[in-house]
């Protein structure tokens, strides 16, 4: 049968060429969490990738229209990956997609990442032993990982190419620690600033008296970057910013800088410890 994969992705020919079309067809995407994932997922679809495993237990709620792709009224309710999968075979029927629907764990971390060849972890921090079990798998693994984040307007994507620091050591999570000391920690490792305008906010986040505030184009340049970067290590274009070292896009302040991303290169007063 004739492929209409030439016809799909005719408009990306003259940056990406037939043999590099292969190699994305054939690189294998591993994506846990599936909010921020969620807009990865249908942007990777859209460069051409067709395989996929992807996880997140959860269903959409009313609070997550403001921000995830496929959330809206007729989805609260029904499962993220259901309804991303249904969105990614309408824009190509010929990807292949396992599903992890109870998400991801110490027990399936291995078989998550079977045949995979880079993974994204938007894994919520609040999932810590599951967010660090994917991160250990892939770290010994040696599986590139794209570490995502969104912080207002703004956003931050770490890629691990496993040949330095680990993700838990340049986060220092602890799953013995209390929660804002972890919270802190990894604010602290996956920007440079909080965001001036949501530093109130925060503030009340911290001590759970509150939300963490997100808003769309912090998720979808976060979305826009990974896709990037992974796009860009295949391509083999441009410059590669690895880890311990990240990428900050804050559209506020017209700025995209490279950071050290550490928990113990800043301590914002953001993130005081509340007595």
Known sequence: MFSKYPE???????????????K???????????GLGG???????????????????????????????????????????EALLKEALDINPNIRVKCFPHGINEKNAPYFLTGIDWVIDVVDVFAL???????????????PVASCGSLGFSSAVIIF??????FEELTGLNPEADY????????????????????????KA????????????????????????????????????????????DPVNLKIEVFKASHTERKLNTFRKVA
Do not use: W
């Not at 408009?11 to 292969?22: N, P, W």
């Not at 994305?24 to 599936?34: D, F, K």
């Not at 959409?60 to 309710?77: D, F, L």
């Open 39 to 81: 807009s990865i997922f249908l942007n990777l679809v859209r460069m051409g990738f067709e395989k996929f495993h992807i996880a997140d237990p959860d269903t959409y709620e009313r609070t997550n229209i403001n921000r995830q792709r496929m959330a809206k009224e007729s989805t609260v309710g029904v499962r993220k990956d």
């Open 161 to 166: 190419d496993q040949k330095k620091e680990s």
């Open 129 to 143: 032993t599951d967010k660090l079990a994917l991160n250990r798998e892939a770290y010994k693994r040696k599986i």
């Open 24 to 34: 994305i067809q054939n690189t294998a995407i591993a994506i846990g969490g599936l």
């Open 180 to 203: 804002q000391s972890n919270i802190a920690k990894f604010l602290q490792f996956i920007c440079p600033q909080i965001p001036f305008y949501m530093m109130e906010q925060m503030q």
């Open 206 to 249: 911290m001590t759970q008296s509150s939300h963490i505030p997100f808003v769309v184009p912090g998720v979808e340049f976060a979305a826009a970057c990974a896709t990037t970067e992974i796009s860009k290590h295949i391509l083999n274009l441009g410059n590669k910013v690895t880890a311990p070292e990240g990428i900050y896009i």
């Open 8 to 22: 799909r992705f005719l408009r990306s020919a003259g940056i990406v060429d037939e043999q590099h079309f292969k």
